[in-house]
Each structure stands twice: as structure tokens, then as C-alpha cells.
């Protein structure tokens, strides 16, 4: 409703985005790197978390910020570096984020986690079909999809997930004692909050949310009403990463404590191992409900953002959508066969070259936007050229 040149938002808008938020950032690898964190970190586990926190929910906040200054244009943000590179950046952020990276990363923690309650046949390859199959649906009415997510999905996520961790801190053994030091298990969280994939998926999910707060007539045609939807942005984001810090914290101490006394199973079956052993075969149905649409609300937003940039700019706006949205999630489905750990193989070096670099980028642009620095691409160059160097010396 608009009056005035304000537009008024209800209180429950910034709490659905803010749930919305957590649920589209919480997806396999929120789920999976913090328990293999915890299992390696045993009794040094404070130390890791902190450095997850820092790199798993303070620098995707860092890419809100600063696209919520760009008004969730990614082009303008990564166009800052020039008109090639810009180009470069977008493509690598909408492919690791779409059909080379997270989507099948989805597929496959969700196919870890359920195939104990599968019938044998439905194997990676046809599950990751279903799977595609299924988020396909969700995909016809994306407009709706924050307030899916926000209203219904997210709360029955956090519950599931809530009922495996209050039971799990119950009675827990103790952690391993492990032979590492603070500051070893300390950068070993940092570098592991990269694998999560936040950061690359906080430049592409901020203009989804944006748009939800924005669809207003005129929300974004004066100056007021411009700071009254960035400060709604603000409180989304803070309450997406409280959430997302509760959770990191829960699950990297889960997986200190029952680690050392699970049978032996993949980084990606963890939480249903877990599940299994503290609240037997039929109570680990919660896990299963917990993966399940965690990798739901995720893969659902990032299909039709990686759909959406392929009909922009390999079918020239041109074409339906959902032929789009097919060819990201066929691409998704051959690349889950290569399974959780496989994927993050194929990730790792990209992201240690990559995340830096965009870091310092986002910094610069926030100092740009909110105090008119000049805005210099060399040190982003060398960022990156440093990153680079380090990993071929490693």
C-alpha cells in the first residue's frame, strides 16, 4: 500500500524473508560441512566454529550488504571490476551456485540421507532425476516462492532440525581429543565456511528478496521508501544469520560429540547416522524430513535464478523459462553423479582462488556506495592472482 510516496511493510513480511533467507542459504552444504567439521574438530571444536562463523555467516552478510547497495543488481556489483571480467564473475558465481554446484550437491545429500527408506532401485541417478522432476513443479509460479518457503517450509525445517539437536545435547558423550592446535582448528573452520557456498549464493539470492519487499507499486521510487526497504532488508538478514549461526554451532558439536561412536558411513549420510544412533531407525525420520526440505527450499530458488540467467544471456530473453529451468537441472543431474565428495572436489580449488577476491570486492563496493571511494579494481586483480598463487604452491 502506498501513501504518500511510503510504502508500508507488515512486521511478518521482515520475519517470512528472514525465514526464507536462512531456508535458501541452508542447503546441503550448511548441513554437511559443519558435521564434518565437528567430527575432525572434537574437543578443539570452539575454535573451528568460530572460524566457520566468520566465513559461514559473516561474509555472506558482508554480500548482502553490499548487493542490497547495488538494489540486487549483480551486474552492476560484479561489473565494478570491469565489463569482462564482470561477465566472467557472473558466469562463475551463476555456475557454481546453479547446475554445477549446489543443485547437485542437493541431490545427492538428499539421496544420502534417504536411501536407507528407498526401495533399492532408486539409486543417485534416479533419484536425481525425481528430484529434478519434483523441484520442476515447484518452479511454475516462482513469484510465490518466498512466501513458500518463509510461511511453510522453513518453520517445519527448523523444527526437524531443532527435535535432532535438543535430543542430541541431551546426554552426549564426550568429544575425541584431538592433536591440533587452536589456531590449526581455527583456520580449518574458516576455510571449510567457503565450501558452504554462502557467499557466492549471497550475491544471487539478495535480489530475489529484494524483489519480494520491492513489488509493491513505487516501492522503490523515493528515497524513503528506498531506506524503509533496506532497512527491512537488514533485519531479514540478521535474523537469516542468527538462525544460520544457531545452527553451525549445533551441528558442529553434535558431530564432536557422536562422531567417534558412529559406524563407519560417508560425510554426506552424517546427520542421518546421527539421527539413527540417538533416536533409533524410525525416530532418524526426522533427519530424513530435515534434509529433505532443507534441499527443497534451496534447489527451488537457485533453479529458477540459474534458469532465469540462462534465458537472458544464451537465449537472449527468448524461449520459455522452464525449457531453462530443464537444461539447468539436466546439467545438475549429470553432475550429482559424481557424487557429494566428488563435487566438492571439483569445487575446492575454485573456491580457495575465488572467495578473496570477491570478498575484498564486496567490501570495496560497500565503501563505495556508502562513503564515494573510488572505486579500484587492482586489488581485486591481485587478490585474485594471489589466491591462485597460493593454491599452485600448496
Same mark, same amino acid.
Given at each position: ?5 511510503? /510504502? ?44 566457520? &562463523? ?8 558482508? !554480500? ?14 560484479? $561489473?565494478?571490476?570491469?565489463?569482462? =571480467? ?30 536407507? *527408506? ?17 523441484? #520442476?513443479?515447484?518452479? /511454475?509460479?516462482?513469484?510465490?516462492? +518466498?512466501?513458500?518457503? !518463509? ?37 580449518? $573452520?574458516?576455510?571449510?565456511? *567457503? ?27 523515493? =528515497? ?16 537469516? !544469520? ?6 553451525? +554451532? ?53 533453479? /529458477? ?8 544471456? #544464451? ?5 520459455? &523459462? ?15 553423479? &559424481?557424487?557429494?565428495? $566428488? ?5 575446492? =580449488? ?23 571511494? =573510488?572505486?579500484?579494481?587492482?586489488? /581485486? ?8 598463487? !597460493? *593454491?599452485?604452491?600448496?
Amino acid at each position: 500500500m502506498q501513501n504518500g510516496g511510503n /510504502v508500508k511493510f507488515p512486521k511478518s513480511g521482515v520475519i517470512a524473508a528472514g525465514l526464507a533467507l536462512f531456508s535458501m542459504f541452508f542447503g546441503a552444504g550448511d548441513l554437511i560441512w559443519p558435521l564434518i567439521l565437528g567430527g575432525k574438530s572434537g574437543d578443539q571444536n570452539f575454535y573451528a566454529m568460530i572460524g566457520l &562463523l566468520i566465513s559461514g555467516v559473516s561474509l555472506p552478510m558482508l !554480500g548482502l550488504m553490499g548487493m542490497m547497495l547495488f538494489r540486487g543488481d549483480y551486474w552492476a556489483f560484479f $561489473g565494478q571490476t570491469g565489463r569482462i =571480467p564482470g561477465i566472467v564473475l557472473v558466469f562463475l558465481v551463476q555456475a557454481i551456485l546453479g547446475p554445477f554446484g549446489s543443485i547437485p550437491r542437493l541431490m545427492t545429500l538428499a539421496h544420502a540421507t534417504l536411501e536407507p *527408506y528407498l526401495p533399492t532401485f532408486f539409486t543417485l541417478p534416479v533419484f536425481s532425476i525425481a528430484a529434478c522432476v519434483l523441484i #520442476f513443479l515447484f518452479t /511454475v509460479k516462482p513469484k510465490k516462492i +518466498v512466501d513458500i518457503m !518463509g510461511v511453510f517450509l522453513s518453520p517445519i525445517l527448523i523444527l526437524a532440525l531443532s527435535v535432532i539437536l535438543i535430543i542430541g545435547f541431551w546426554n552426549p558423550p564426550a568429544p575425541e581429543v584431538v592433536e591440533i592446535t587452536h589456531k590449526t582448528s581455527f583456520f580449518h $573452520g574458516l576455510n571449510t565456511g *567457503y565450501n558452504t557456498l554462502d557467499l557466492i549464493a549471497s550475491f544471487i539470492f539478495a535480489p530475489l528478496v529484494l524483489s519480494y519487499f520491492s513489488r509493491e507499486k513505487g516501492a522503490l521510487d523515493t =528515497p524513503d521508501s528506498r531506506r524503509q526497504i533496506f532497512k527491512k532488508m537488514v533485519k531479514a538478514c540478521a535474523l537469516a !544469520g542468527l538462525l544460520l549461526a544457531g545452527m553451525f +554451532v549445533g551441528l558442529t558439536y553434535l558431530a564432536s560429540f557422536y562422531t567417534p561412536v558412529l559406524p563407519t558411513h560417508n560425510p554426506e549420510a552424517r546427520l542421518a547416522a546421527i539421527s539413527r544412533y540417538i533416536l533409533g531407525r524410525e525416530g532418524a525420520f526426522f533427519s530424513c524430513i530435515a534434509v529433505s526440505l532443507s534441499c527443497l527450499t534451496t534447489a527451488i530458488p537457485i533453479s /529458477v535464478i540459474s534458469a532465469e540467467y540462462i534465458q537472458k544471456q #544464451f537465449f537472449r530473453g527468448k524461449g520459455n &523459462l522452464h525449457i531453462a529451468v530443464a537444461i539447468s537441472l539436466g546439467l545438475s543431474t549429470a553432475v550429482a553423479n &559424481l557424487g557429494f565428495m $566428488g563435487i566438492a572436489s571439483m569445487l575446492s =580449488p575454485i573456491l580457495q582462488i575465488l572467495c578473496p577476491g570477491l570478498i575484498l570486492l564486496s567490501i570495496l563496493n560497500i565503501l563505495h556506495k556508502l562513503y564515494e571511494m =573510488p572505486m579500484r579494481r587492482t586489488p /581485486v586483480f591481485a587478490a585474485f592472482a594471489l589466491s591462485l598463487f !597460493g *593454491y599452485l604452491i600448496h
